[in-house]
């Protein structure tokens, strides 16, 4: 057990408490899908940042099934935009970065390096085709939404999307590798102006129920 990092965290804990309201402005109430860019670039840092942070965020085994194509030249954006659908063409050519999130079906190959605290794991995927993919898309979608998150963190403004042949997207970009395509996300700074008015949510009470 890393007690140091856990007595870090207790420790950050006690003297914030939590995070500010801003903060939670930031990365919840007041963030929104966006669909307009103001220009400015996304950093080749930002993105490896962004990554970084949200392969921090639990999975299973500490599988780590997430895999990213950042799509961002002129000639990447090309190969891309046969993909997509009318709607989410214009908003994806013009934003400067746009993450393929994927899912590697096989994780497993890595679980002996990323989970040595129980070498039988391996074992539970190889030869498991349909537990394998069901784990990694479970896995591999919730690192993604870290990586919102982390994306929202660090100053840019997401706008995860489906609406694309994942067909396409896959024999672009992927070159036999044994990853599936999941969705979509363009990066940037957002433009504003551009935004849509947020779409009501349910309460808790629609939501939940505790026992």
């Not at 899912?103 to 349909?130: H, S």
């Amino acid at each position: 057990m890393d007690e140091s990092a856990a007595a870090a965290v207790r420790n950050m804990r006690q003297r914030l408490g939590e995070i500010a309201p801003d903060g939670l402005d930031l990365l919840f109430r007041d963030a929104r899908t966006h669909y307009g860019w103001d220009g400015r670039p996304v950093t080749d840092a930002t993105l490896q940042q962004a990554l970084a942070l949200a392969a921090m965020g639990p999975t299973a085994f500490n599988q780590q099934p997430l895999r990213v194509i950042f799509v961002r030249s002129p000639a990447a954006k090309a190969r891309l935009a046969p993909a997509l659908s009318a709607g989410n063409l214009e908003k994806t050519m013009a934003a400067p970065a746009t993450a393929i999130i994927c899912f590697d079906l096989e994780f497993w190959r890595n679980l002996p390096e990323l989970f040595p605290a129980f070498p039988a794991a391996q074992g539970i995927f190889e030869g498991n085709p349909d537990g394998a993919r069901a784990s990694a898309q479970r896995n591999g979608t919730l690192q993604a939404g870290y990586f919102i998150l982390a994306a929202r963190a660090l100053g840019l403004d997401c706008g995860p999307m489906s609406g694309f042949d994942a067909a396409k997207v896959a024999a672009a970009f992927l070159d036999g590798r044994p990853w599936e395509v999941n969705f979509l996300i363009n990066l940037g700074h957002g433009d504003p102006a551009q935004v849509q008015p947020r779409g009501p949510r349910l309460n808790f009470a629609r939501m939940a129920q505790i026992l």
